[in-house]
């Protein structure tokens, strides 16, 4: 089983934003370190009107993407697993 669950990273501990379910209390897990979020898109070639261009493209994406029906999906083995 896999689980994403974020968190930071502060005074030399992990700290989660949330607590983990049916996980046991001994699980291995992996750690990766991510970047603040901030994405040089001039760095990329793409400038404020193809950024902009972009943005409203994926707003349809992203408003499907976290509306209430796909939530089903946030743990899709469990719901999988409970059909």
């Known amino acids: 089983m896999l689980k994403t669950i974020e968190g ?21 897990v992996i750690v990766t370190f991510l970047d ?11 400038d404020e009107e193809q950024a902009a261009r972009l943005r409203m493209q994926l707003k349809a994406f992203a408003d499907e993407w976290n509306s ?11 719901a999988r697993d409970a059909l």
């Open 68 to 78: 209430p029906e796909m939530a089903s999906y946030d743990d899709y083995d469990a």
């Open 8 to 28: 930071v990273y502060r005074d030399g501990k992990i700290e989660l934003f949330e607590t983990p379910g049916n996980v046991a209390e001994d699980a291995r």
């Open 36 to 46: 603040s979020g901030q994405v040089d898109l001039r760095a990329r070639g793409i």
